[in-house]
C-alpha cells in the first residue's frame, strides 16, 4: 500500500484514523532517521519519501493540538531547506511525543528549539523537567475568524490558566461544521467545543466518506443567516456523536434569545462572545470537573486517611490485624496498605448506604444514569447474575408471562422461579456448525405476542426478555424490535440482559444497538408530531390486527403515540467490560412509568442485595463511569478497531487462514437478517457509512469485538485450544465452543496484545504445517478425521419443548408458557423424583413408549451455557441424543453416576390434581 492510499484508507474508515496516525509518525522518523545518516543522495529512503508521508500525515494533523501548526511548520522548513539532521531531530521530538502522551504534561516538547526534548525516543527522561501532573485534555474551537488569527487566539487561552486549574488543556482550531466533525471523531483527546457563532458547513478538504456520513442528517441545508442555527446543528450532531462531551456556544447575535431555544439545550452555555473569556476558561473547567468527580470514590479517600479506631464487626478495616500477624503479614504486602484503609461498614464517616442511597452513593448513581443515557442507575454488587433477578422480581409478579430467549443466562430462569413468573420460551436461530445459537428472530417474538393475543392472554404478557449482544457477538436492533412489538401491546416492559455490552453506550457505532440507545430514540420518534402524522396516514389505510391471520407477524404496525410507553431495563457487567472490580453491575433504568415499579424495584433490590456490600466495588462502579466519560470513545473505537485488524490479518494471511478462521458477520448472521447485504467489516470489506447504515437498519448485527476463532480445521476442540493458548502463549481466551473459542477484545487491549495472538496463530500454522510433513499421509487422514468429526458430525441443537400439562393453565393452547416455580419445588421432595442414567436402555424405551419424561431441574451443559432442560420440561429424544453426544466437561445440574432428574409421573398426576400453582 503507497503511502497516499494509506491516507485514503483513514479517510475512508474513520475508525482507524487515530492508530494509523501514530504508525504513519513512527513510519515518519524511521524515514527521516535513514535520510539524515545518507543525505547525499545515498539514503535508501531518499527526502522525497518523507515529503510524501509528510503530506499525507499533515492533511489531517489540524485536528490535534500536538505536534501544533509551530513544530509542523519548522519540520516543512527544515524539509524544505533540505536540513536532514533538523529534520529528524524534529520529527523525533514531535513523533515520541504523539506515541508516548508526552506531550500533556511536558511542556518542553512542544518547543521546535529545544534541543533537549526527547533526545532519544528509546530513552525518554522519566521525570521529565516541567512536568504538570494534571489531566490534560483538548478543546474544540469552531470559529469563522481567518486561520492567521488562531495562533494569537489559542496563546489568550494559554493565558487563562491559573495554579490552582485541576486540569490543563490546549484548543485546536477549525473553521467549519465538517472539520468539526472531523476533529471530534479522529481526535479522542478533546473532551470540549466551543462554538462561536458564524462558521460555515463545508470543509475544503475532500472527505468523501465524512462527507457521506453527515450529509445522512441534512445539516448541509441549515440556515447560517439565523443566529446560532448551524451551531445548533453542529451541538445536535456532537452530542449524538460523543454525548459526553461540554458544549459551549459564543454568539454576539442575541445570545439571550439563542439561550432560551429547544435546539440549545445541547450547550452548557450561551456566551456573548469575548465579554467573559475568564468566564468560559471557568467553564470549561466546570465541565471537566462535574464529570471528574467520583462522589463516592472521593470521599472513600477522605475516609481512608483518617485515624480511625474500630470496634465493630470488621476487623479487616485498618489492616491491623495483617500487619502485625506472623501468619497472614504476606495478605498485607500484597494488597499494600490502602485497600485495608478503605474497608468500612457500609454507613461509617459518611459513605452512603447502597441500600438506601441519599449521599455520595446516590450522587455516584445520578452520574452513572448521565453518562450511560439512562434515567436512573443502580449499582450492584455481586454480578449481573443478581442484577437479573432483581429486575426480573421488580417488574414480575406470580402468574406474569414473559416472553424469553431460552438461552439467556440461567440467573433470568431462576428469576422466574423466584417470582413466579410463567417464562413463555422462544428460540434463537441456530449456528449448528458452530455448536450455538444467534438471537430471537424479530418474526418469533412477534408471533409469541400473537399467540397470547389470540389465546386473550395478552394482558398478562408483562415482558420482553432478551440477551444483547450475546457470548458470540449477536446484536439486536432494539428500536426496531421494540417499535414492533409496543405496536401489539404498548405499554410492555424490556429487559435487555447488556452484561457484554456495557461498554456500548460509548462509541456511536455500537451505541446504536444498544437498549439506552433505543429508549431514547424511540421517546424521541413517538413524542414527535412528525410521527403522530406519520401514524395517523398509517391508521387510515392499516387493518385491525387479528392475532389469528398467519400472516399477522409479517405485518408492520405502529404503535399508538397515545398509549405507547417507554419502558427499558438494562443489566450491564460492568465489570465484563470497564475498569470495575469483579461482580461490579449496573441496573439501567429508562422507565416512563417508573413511579409504579419503584417500590417493588426496592423490594427486590433489598432481597438481593448483602446489607454488607463491597465498598470497593461501589467505588470501582464510580471510577468506571468517570474513564468511560472521558476515555470511553478512544478505548471502545481501539478495541474495535484492534478487533477489525485482528480479523483482516487471519484472513488474508496465507498459512494461518490454512488452519484456522474467523467466523465473519455473513457467516454469523444469515442472509434473512442482513438486509443490507453486509458481509464483513472495515476496509476493504466495507466502509464506516456502509457499516453503520447496515448497524441501523438489519435486524441483526455481529459485534466485530466478538470474534469466533475456527479451531476445528486445525485439529483442536475448542477447550484444546483455550489450554494450548494458556500454556504455550499466555493467552487467555473468554470461551469456547465444539470447534471454536470467543476471543474478545476489551478496553484493556493494545496493539501488541493483538500481535501476540497473531504470532500464536502463525507459530501453530507452521508447527502443524511441520508435522503434517513429518507424518505424511497418516499425519493428514488423522487431521482429515478429526476436522471431520469437529465440524461436520455436530450435532444439532435441541430446541425448548414444552411444559409438562400439569404445568399448563390450558394444555391445548397455542402459547408456550409454563408455571416452572411449582416444577422447581417438587424436586425439593425426593419422593416426587427418579434418576435414569443417560446410556440406560430405559430412558430410550420411556422416550418410545412413555410415560413422558419431565425434568425436574436446570440441565445446562456449559459451553454452550443455556438450559438444554429447565423444570417441567417435556423431554424428547432430541434433547437426549443432543445430551449424548456433547463432549464438555461440566454439566450444571446433571450428575453423570445418578442420571437425568425427573419428575415422577405420580407426582405429576397429584400435582395437576392439586394444581397448586
Ligand atoms: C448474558 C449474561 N448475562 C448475565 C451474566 C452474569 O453476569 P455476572 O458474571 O456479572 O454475574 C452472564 C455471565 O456470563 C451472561 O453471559
Redesign the pocket.
Known sequence: MNIQNKTEAALSNVLVAASLRSEQWRQLNSFARSWAAAPSGKSKVPREQCAELLTAITRLEHCWAYPGERLLSNIRAALDGGDAGQFARLVRQASASVLSGDYRHDERVWDPKDEGAHASIENLPGDAVGKVDKPYFEVLVVTPSAPAQWPRSKDQMRKMRRGDDRFVYEAVHVGSYEDAMLAVIVNTDIQSVVMVDGFGFASSLDLPDLKEMINRAGDAEADTGTAGSLAMALARRVRAYRPELDLFLLSDRSPEQIAAADEAAPFKRVFHQIEEPMELHLSIMDGIGDRYATPYFDNLQKYALRPIGTFHALPIARGKSVFNSNWIRDMGQFYGTNIFFAESCATTGGLDSLLEPTGNIKLAQQAAARAFGAKKVYFGT???????KIVVQAVCKPGDIVIVDRN??K??HYGFVLAGAQPFYVEAFPLTEYSMYGSVPLRTIKQALLDCAAGGKLDRVKVIDM?NC??DGHMYNPRKLMEECLAIKPDLIFLW?E??FGFARFNPLHRRRTAMGAAAALTARFRSAAYREEYEAWKKKAKPLDPKDPKAADQHRLPDPDKVRIRVYQ?N?T??SMSSFR?G?MMLIWDEDFHHVEGPFQESFLSHTSTSPNLQLIAGLDLARRQMEFEGYAMTMRMTDIAIRIRNVVKSHPLISKYFHIATPEEMVPKEYRASGIKDYGPPNSSWAQMSAAWDEDEFALDPTRITLVCGNAGFNGNQFKSLLSDRFDIQINKTSRNSVLVQTNINNTHSDAALLIKALADLSRDIDARLQEEGEAGKKALAAAVKNLMKDVPDLPNFTRFHDAFREHPKGKANEGHMRPAFYMAYDEENCEFIKLASPDLDKRLKDGPELVSANFVIPYPP?FPIMVPGQVITAETITYMRKLDVKEIHGYVAAQGIKLIKPDALKKSKASSTH
Open positions: 455481586n454480578g449481573t447474575s443478581t442484577s437479573n439467556c443466562h440467573s433470568h440477551t450475546t457470548f440482559d452484561a457484554w443489566t457487567s465489570h465484563k461482580q453491575s451455557g
